[in-house]
């Protein structure tokens, strides 16, 4: 997992920011061998004036050199990335321990094609974002066993909370306008499945996983 500071005052930050077409070229441009055959993921935090996180996920030990350089603070030491092995993170996942979540994620549903073509075959479904905040919240609640964890809460009320952030993503890809429904999820969890869930950790949760979604990330809690 790495970290890259970013100045949002800067006119590369600022594409990164807006663009997450270029927010992905440039964090595929920071893997050594090309092209890239590994999964990347990545997270852009919620900027402040002055500071943005971008998150990486990678296989490989990445250079960042160009971003520090185009979007971040390239002449103070506290701007330069830093990189860990999650080794230690992944073993710790073990049945019952818990940790606190984090997940940006594009909540989506597959919807099928009431239209058949003239061989009588219909097409295949296409994603479909959630777009309210209970479509939402159900899709997390519903998604997140599967990736081997279980929400820790103990009212409706709690449950509501984890939602902490929603936005909407517009942005155009090779002249068609792309949308996606965006929400951010914290929690504490509890793992059920310990290979499930760092297969999450790697692979990732939903869709969009190119454009800044489905990067999961914890800390642990403690016992």
């Not at 061998?33 to 919620?46: D, F, G, I, K, S």
């Not at 996920?57 to 830093?82: C, M, R």
């Not at 909370?161 to 306008?177: E, H, N, P, V, Y």
Request: net charge positive.
């Amino acid at each position: 997992m790495s970290r890259v500071i970013l100045n949002p005052l800067r006119s590369g930050a600022q594409r990164l920011l807006r663009d997450p077409q270029a927010t992905h070229a440039a964090v595929l441009g920071a893997i050594v061998e090309q092209p890239v055959n590994e999964r990347v993921l990545w997270r852009l935090a919620a900027p402040t004036r002055h500071r943005a996180e971008l998150l990486v996920l990678s296989q490989s030990h990445p250079s960042f050199e160009h971003i520090v350089e185009q979007a971040g603070y390239p002449s103070s030491p506290d701007g330069s990335p830093l990189t860990r092995d999650l080794a230690g993170l992944l073993s710790m996942l073990e049945i019952g321990r818990r940790f606190s979540f984090r997940l940006t994620a594009n909540p989506t549903r597959s919807v099928r094609s009431t239209n058949a073509d003239e061989t009588g075959t219909r097409a295949r479904g296409r994603r479909v974002g959630h777009v309210t905040a209970n479509q939402q919240l159900q899709w997390f609640t519903e998604r997140l066993p599967r990736a081997g964890f279980k929400v820790c809460v103990d009212d409706e009320k709690q449950l509501r909370a984890l939602i902490t952030s929603r936005r909407r993503l517009r942005f155009d890809k090779g002249g068609q306008l792309v949308t996606l429904q965006l929400a951010t999820f914290d929690a504490v969890v509890e793992v059920l499945d310990a290979t499930a869930a760092r297969e999450a950790m790697v692979g990732g949760i939903g869709a969009a996983k190119a454009y800044g979604c489905g990067l999961v990330t914890l800390a642990p809690v403690a016992r």
